[in-house]
Nanobody, 126 residues
Framework: QVQPVESGGGLVQAGGSLRLSCGAS????????MGWFRQAPGKEREFVSV????????YYADSVKGRFTISRDNANNLVYLQMNSLKPEDTAVYYC???????????????????WGQGTQVTVSS
């Protein structure tokens, strides 16, 4: 089973950028879609973005579309989330997750992801 580990969070001013990375060990990384979710204080965890197992297809939540870009490097078992034009409402713990079913196209529900990282904090100051 693929096990994700996130890095790259931090504190940034509104309008700034951050890039999150997710390294994955175990399993057959390139066979699974990879997603990013986030959880803000007092709120439920929500979907942010997903990239297909081959990396050719992506999908974004409306709240981040046009500002965030997801990508993957299957040769090195890495997934990235480039976050631009950050807003205070993007403040959350960001989680990387591996799809539950190999070659599943673009899962978006939490139940469609089997393995989760420990999360990395992103704080956007106004």
């Amino acid at each position: 089973q693929v096990q994700p580990v996130e890095s790259g969070g931090g504190l940034v001013q509104a309008g700034g950028s951050l890039r999150l990375s997710c390294g994955a060990s175990g399993g057959t990384f390139r066979s699974y879609a990879m997603g990013w979710f986030r959880q803000a204080p007092g709120k439920e965890r929500e979907f942010v973005s997903v990239v297909s197992w081959g990396g050719r297809s992506t999908y974004y939540a409306d709240s981040v579309k046009g500002r965030f870009t997801i990508s993957r490097d299957n040769a090195n078992n890495l997934v990235y989330l480039q976050m631009n034009s950050l807003k205070p409402e993007d403040t959350a713990v960001y989680y990387c997750a591996a799809g539950r079913t190999s070659y599943d196209y673009l899962p978006k529900l939490q139940r469609d992801f089997a393995s989760w990282g420990q999360g990395t904090q992103v704080t956007v100051s106004s």
